[in-house]
Structures are given as C-alpha cells and as structure tokens.
C-alpha cells in the first residue's frame, strides 16, 4: 500500500476543501458530507464527575479537523475513549461510534489500530531502549514474523522484513531521522521523538491519524516542519484529527475546528467564525471575560473619592 | 593444595551436574519472561513442578517416554493459561503475586496426602520409577569414564607447577576470549568468531585437564543424563536465538518497553504475552523434568528457593541475553558449592557445621542477588542501557 | 552506597553475631530413609490444637516382635523396618495428655513396603472437640479461629499495604518479618527466659528497629537513586531468601516454641481456644484500634494517607514524604513482628519458613482489601481468615485450605481487580 510517489488527493486544493466545508452547518454535532468517524452518546464519568458527555460529533474525511478546547474540557479523555484506550461509561447504554463504516463499540486499542485509525500521545512514548529502526518495525502491521509459530523459521518472514525496511527507512528519510536510525530512540530530543512517533504510526498507512497535542513541548523551528509534516499527510489522503492548544497553529492549518468545554462539545466550525463565538470565548476566558479589570478609565476621580471615604470609615471602626 | 584440588574438582562436578543443567533451562524460560517481555513471574518453580509431576506419573503408569515428556509440557500451559488470564491484563505486581502463591499451591497440593497414590505426597515420587524408559535410551553403555582421560595425573605425577600453569593457561584463553567479543582486535567478523570458539573449546578442554571427572556411563547420575540434559541446553538456546531475532522477539522487548505504545500500534499486547508466559513456562517445565531425572520429585526441594536461584542465575549471567541464564547458573553452582567447600574446610566445625555452611551459602545467594540487582542489574553479560529496569 | 555495603557486610555477619546468642546447632532427630532393603513407617500426632509430643507408640509385626516409639517436639514419628510385611500401629493412650484422646480407633494396620515410607496416621482430638460437634458448633468454633487468623493477618498486612501505598513496593519480605516476631521471640523469651510481656515488648521494638533500620540504608538511598520497582522487589526478593536461611542457620530446621508450657484452654459457649489465643486476639484488636485512630485522627496519620495516596500531590503540600516513609517502614516492621510473635504463640511453635505459609494469605488480603489501603487490610484479612478457617468446615479437604485464599485472589482480580476498598483506577 505504500507508493513512492505520494498521490495526491482531491482535498490538497486549498479551494477545494473550502468548497467541501461551506456548506456545511456550524454547529455541534453537525453532519459532514462525508464522514469517516461519527460518534454517538460517549459518556465518560469519574466517580461523581463527568468528564465527558458528547452527543454527537461527525469527522469529515480527508481533511484536517482540530478538537480544542480549555484545559479539563476532556479532549484526551475523549481521545482515549474513541480509540480503545478507555472505556466509556455509557458503553452499555447507547454508546456508538463507528470508523469507515465499520462499528468500533467494543474494541480495543490494538483492534481500532488495525481498523486503520492511528493515535499518538501527548507524552511521546517512544520505544526509549530500542533502536529507531526498531521502533519504526515494530509499526508495520500483518507481519507474518510476529506470529510465534512463524517466527522460528526465517524463510517465512525474510522477505517482508526487508519490505517493511525499506518502507521504514522512506519514512524516516522523510522525517529526516535516517541517519539517527541505529540509535536509541531515548538518545533522541524531544521533538525528535515526536517526529519519530509520527513517522512510526505512518508505518501501518492509517486511514485516520489522531495526534494528542502534537506541538506541545516542541521548540518553534520544529513547529513548522511539523506542520508542514501534518499538511503533507493530509495531501495525500489521509484523514487528520488533533488536539491542540497553540491558536497559530490551529488558525494555520485546520480545514474545520471542534470545541470542547467541560466535556461537552459546545462550537464547530471554520477556525476564524469559532474563534468568534461567544460560547468559545466564555469557555475559555469565564462568563464575565469582557469585564477588563486593567481599565484605568474605570477609576475616575469620583470613585477615586468614594473608595477614600470607605477606607476612612473602616480606620474609624477598627480604633 | 589437596582441600583446594578437592574444592575444585566439586566445583566442576557441580557444574557440568544435570541439576545445573536443569536450573539453566528453566532460567532460559524465566528469561523469556522476565528478560525480554519485563514479566515477574515469581513462580517459575510452580512450573518446573509440574513438568516434573506430569513426566513422572506418566511413566510411573506405564505411559511412554513422549507422551510423558508430553503431559508435563500440557500441565505448565495450561498452568500458564490459568495463571495468565486474569492477570495479564493489570499491572505486573498482579502477575508476581499470583504466581508466587501458584508456585506454593502446586507444592501443597503435591504434598497433600489426599493425592498421595498419585504423587507420593510429602515423600515424592521416587526416581526408579520414572528413569527406566530414559536410561534404556542410553547408547553410552555400561561401565564409567573418566573427563579428560588425559588430564594433569598424567603430566610429571600431577604436580602443582602442572596445574598452576594450566590455570595460568586457562585465565589467557579467558581473556583472549572477553576481548574479541569485545572488539578489541581488529580482526574481521569470521575470524573473530572462529577464533573464540577455538578458545571456548580449549578452554573447556582444559577445564577437564584440571579437574577431571569421572562418572558411570549411564546409571542413575552418569554421563548420559548429563550429555542429554547439556544438549538440551544447547537446544534451547538456538531456539531462544531464532525467537528472538524475529519479529515476534522484537514485539517482546518492545512490551516489555511501553505496552501501550504497542498497543496503540494495532498488537494484540495480550495474546503475545500470554505466549510468551506459555513459552517460558514450557521451558521451565522441561528444566523440571531434567531436575528430577537423576534424584527424585520431591515437592519441598522444589519450592520457592529453587525459583529464587534461576532468577539469581539469570540477573548474575546477564538477562535479556541468549548466554546468560547458562553462564549465570553454571556460575551460580559453582561459585555456591565453592563458599560452602571453604567454610567447611577453613572453618571449624564449632562456629560452623555442615549444616550450617548449607545454609550460609544460601544466605550469601540472597545477599548476592540484592547486590547484583542494586549494583549491576545488567549482570556479566547485559546490556547496560537496555536493562536499566525502571518502570 | 558505603551504608548499603555497610548494611550487606552487616547482613553476611549477622550469623555469626547471633551464634552468641543461639544455641549450637543441634543434631536434627534422625530421619527414617528408606531404601531397597528397609522400609519405612512413619506418622505424626496432631490434634485440632496442634501436635502432641511426648506421645508413645507401638509397632508390632506379623510374628508379634513390638517397638516402640516416641513423638518428638513437632509431633512426629518414624520406625525403620527390615522386612515388608503388615504391621500393627498402636498408640498407647495413657502417654496422651489429660485433654487429648484417640477420636477413632487406637490402632491401625498398615503395610510396609521397602524403599517407601508408610504413613500411618491415628487421629486425636482435645476434649473439647469431642464435645463440640454439631455443625453450628463446628461452625462457630471455625468462625473464631478464622476471626483469631483473620486478626494476625491483619497486624502483618496494614503494613504492607501501607507501604506499597507509599513507596510503590510489594514488599516480598513481608512475611519473613513476620517470622522475624516469632523467631526473636523464641530467642528472647525461651532462650533467654525474659518475662513474655518485657520479651514481647522487645521483639516489638526490635522488629521496628529493623524497620527503620532498612529505609534508613537501603530503602531510602535506592529511591535516591532512582531504582525502579521491579528492581526494588527483586532486592526485596533476595532479603526474603537471605532472612529465611539465617533463621535456619541460628535457630535449625526445627520448630521451636516461645513459651516452654503447654497452653491451659478456655471455654466460651461453644468457642474453645487457649488462653494465648484470646489474648492474642485482644491485642491484636487493641493495637489495630490504635493504628486506625492514629491513621484517622493524628497529622502524622493524615499525612500518611495522603502520601499513600498521592505522594507527588503530598510533597507539593508540603509534607515530608521521607519522613513518612521511614515511619511507615518502622511501624510496619514493628507491626509485622507483633504478628509473628502473636502467631507462634497461637500456633504453639514457629520455623523458619512460617512466613512462607502466611506470605500467600498476606498478599490475598492485602490485594482482596485494596492494595494501598489500610483499612482495606484489615478488611482483606479478616475475610481471608474466615476464609481459611471455615472452608474445611465448608467441605474443602484440610489441605487445601491456604489453596482457597489463592482460588479467591484469582477470581477476584477477574472481577475486581482494585480489591473491595481500592480505587477503580486502571490497574492495567
């Protein structure tokens, strides 16, 4: 499924995929022309507490769709529900979310990885004692090699190997981490582990990639490569969903925006008019945001007054 | 010179014994556990038991030798099923703990009288009569033989310059050997390899020249259940080799690295660790077998302490690596049976008795395994960097 | 790293140290072996109290030659016989004490065969089982032995829940602690004849000396350091070994006894225990009342949940987590200690791999309470214990009653793995 020469997908004009989302309605849980995940009543509750709580939420294929949202608004564990990593509460009582049209409810991690939707973490989990190559190995599915009765005997598996090697050392050209790639990937820097975690989860040609705050902890000269990484993935086809904090990012690179506050899903649209709304704002600034406390011009002469006379009084009763 | 040429010469008895043998394989399936898929299993004992009780009821009922070897191999997977199934799924302190209380119940029930028709209870079942099909396979013959025939006696009546300058011999090839595996010469891959092997062999050679052994060929305890027991050690290696050049291998250490990484990849993490707990238990199995060969089953020598010796065996050689766990044991055996030699001979009986150097040398292994995991967790032959254990 | 090789070098020497103190090793009685031309016939004398010494029997062949035989300290017997054959094993009932008679026939037959050893088991009761035996009464009693049971495991188990809850560690050297109470007891009060409440108070203290001695040179330093817990249990695994062979080596493979006589028996309704044993209990409830007041309502106790509970988040709020730790460390020890002595003296008789047989019924406890909980602990024991003690009762063969703690850890990590009080966090 590899090809050396990326195709190019329909969705790699700009004017295309502005085409594609405008008609599309801007609110939560809207519907999308044509969705490759839609998820139905996740409820995911914590003791007394619900961490998440969404209805609805349709992603559009090909297309690079940002979650975002105020720290707490549940992203991740949202993440970790839709990809097997956790188990929502609401699993037995209507909890649906399906993948290309294949059903997803009861599986596990490694089974929605199979189906072709891939996640990185927030926290790089690169393999730390393991080589690089090893690690990019390790993320090519449907090795005969890994069955145990196969393993012993090399003939079986020899010729795959050497396939999937070429493949991983494409990918890592790509990501610039060939000549790292007899090293371990602890002796990696942080963003390069990044690039590392994202070239390995390309290893299986995902349908869908989900990255958990791919930007964070990376330094700015890396933030563009990245991007320019996430754009080129979505060139050529593949599904993008991340959860992000940076805004430039965000405004920079994302054909659609959801917004998660408290656990609920409460905007959706193109970044600009999200960025406008009011239910945005007031979940990431609080209700009473337009408020601005920094204004001098509150501070008159006539309340100068006021507030002396009350200071005065006070002195009075406390002698 | 003599207490010392006495010492040695039960230092090599010790190491070449089937029992050593024994511990080594099993300690190549606590290393496919614990080395490269980061499993505790504290219970490795609980699965040499049971091969050794499924070998030997067996035959004990007439059945033969390969539907006995069979059995034994049947009851550690399905020990390793039962064990593995709830656990593998949560932290691995729940594996330690339910292994380590398995381990004790296959010895209690082993022990329970209500079995004893079939496992001797407390007394165990007694070699005679399991042994019979194994050593009628033997074609060494009757009678006995000395290792190496021509040894030091033979050269200038076995003085001790004899022997000095052949333990000074002994410690070269050594060193010769620890240096081309380490590259210090420049010398190409196949002459590198040819030449330690060359050095290996001269090395064991001479091993034999210093301290000869002479056993039955075949009987209870004799060459033959040595030659088959140390093949089946070469065996087992050459199939953790090629289990764990594969991919399947790599899957391992890349669990025993972060499982949901692995998982988040598309690996059933459970299915490979529950082979991997069946594999190792298979091993351990087949070290129970050829535990018991030369002696008896008895439940009690077969308890906690035993998996607590492979796993000394295993950290001392190096985990995670295909000479370790043998290196490890024969070490193991040798360096035990030399402490107690020493404290036997050396000190006397008023402060220290026969019994009491037993059991001092077992107090030196616990200590000994504290050191080896705090100071040098990777062991003589470990990687460093692969095996720094933090969870 | 100077304290932890001082600590080994202290650990290698510490036989040598204790010699001063225990007795010379003594000769073990000599075992029957048999072999192609001598069998043997041996047995133990065992009440529901425990084993009876001192107790003779007689063996008597085909043509009527007898010998006799006497049970040892641990209750046991053994003949070596030069011919296979029938042979008649009668236990002379005027050596029983006053309390204990045959509960079946006094003799039985049984066949020699060489190279094996024939068991040849006459069982015994105390009086006050012969009159106890309706089911309900059988029950109670049980309950109470399993409440008596449930109690020590709790001593011991608070410990080491607590310490897992803190540092992270499955301490695997638990249970030699807890031998550690009985051994040291037998040292100090049979041995050494000191008064069983001064001796006992000892133990306690040294126990948790050795508590604190162990975070203060190893515990602590490794932490430090940065060692992992796999790591960590492992050290811990290499202590329980080396403790077990010293234990060996001071005190021998016997087992040996704290207090000299035999205990006197009390009766409450249809419960029958020894004096010891209500004591025991008594103590144990005391003692365990004072921990959970102490965890409950002192700030030391309060800080301790909260670094059991979070130690990060407790350090943040500006506990001193290593302090808690060490006392923790101190008060398990010295708990576990008090357990141990407590059970050799219920038991009447403690060896050096007593621990071994309660290291399963710690960890069931501890992991059916909630591992990191105290009162989960407590909880954990005192139903491992009933567990124990009723299921012969119930109908599970004698045993394979320690087996039943083991069939009930297993379901319950299928079912729950967090244990009845821990928190549903992913364990996995």
Redesign the interface.
Known sequence: MSESTMARSDLADPAARRALMAGVDTTPGSSKPDPILVVDNIVRQFGGMTAVDVGHLEVQRGIITALIGPNGAGKTTFFNLITGFDRPTSAKSGAHWSFDGATLDKTSASSVAKAGMVRTFQLTKALSRMTVMDNMMLGAQDQAGENLLKSVFKPLWRGQERAIEEKAKELLARFKLLEKKDDYAGSLSGGQRKLLEMARALMSDPRMIMLDEPMAGVNPALTQSLLGHIQSLRDEGTTVLFVEHDMHVVRHISDWVAVMAEGRLVAEGPADSVMSDTAVIDAYLGAHHDTDLGDDALLTDEVMEEIGQEVAAEQKDES | MDTLQAILNSMLREAISPQTAAVAIAAIGLNIHFGFT?L?N?GQSGFMLLGAYGFAIAIGHDLPLIVGILIGFGAALVFAL?LG???L??????L???T???A??IR??G????L?DFTG?A?GL?G?SYRTPFTDLSFFGGGDATLSPFNYLDVAGGAGWVRLLGWLVAIATVAGIIALVRGATGAGVVARRTSVGALAVVFVFLLFFLMPANYQNTGVNGWWVRFVSWLLVAICML?VF??VR??????L??IR??E??????????FA?KM?ALI?GGLFGALGGMIYVLPSSVQPDSM???LT?FC??AL?LGGAATIFGPVLGSILFYAARIMIKGVANAYIPD??M?G??TE??S??????????I??FR?QGILGNK??L???? | MQRVAGFVVLLLLSPLLLLVSAQPAGAVGTLCLPSTTAACIAGTVRSDEGVVPDVKLTVTDEAGNAEEVVTGDDGKWNLSVKEEGAYTVALQEDTLPDNVSVSGPSEIKVQAKFGNTTPALIPVRTSAYVSSTSKLDELIQSSANGLRLGLLLALASIGLSLIYGTTGLSNFAHAEQVGLGGILGYVLINEHGLNIWVGGLLVVILCGFTGWLQDRVMWQPLRRRGLGLTQLMIVTIGLSLALQYTFQYTVGARTVRVLQDNPSVREIGPITMTNQSFVAMGISIIVIAAVGYALLRTRIGRATRAVSDNPALASASGIDVDKVIRLVWTVAMALAGLSGLLYALVTNGIKWDSGLQILLLLFAAVTLGGLGTAFGALVGSLIIGLVVELSPVLGMPGDFKYATALLILILLLLVRPQGLLGRPERVG
């Open positions: 980061g505790l504290i039962v199934a709830p656990t799924k949560l932290r691995g302190d729940y330690a703990i339910v380590i209380s398995a004790e119940i209690y029930v022990r329970s009288a209500l004893t209870a007394q007694q005679v199939t090629l289990l594969s991919p399947w291998g790599r899957l250490r890349g690295e972060d949901d990484a692995i998982r988040s990849l598309g690996k059933n993490v490979i082979q594999i308890g906690r302490s607590f796993y000394t950290l008023s402060i008795n019994q009491q059991q001092f077992y107090i030196v292994v616990g200590v000994a395994l504290m050191l995991v705090i967790p960097r692969e720094r254990f933090n969870v």
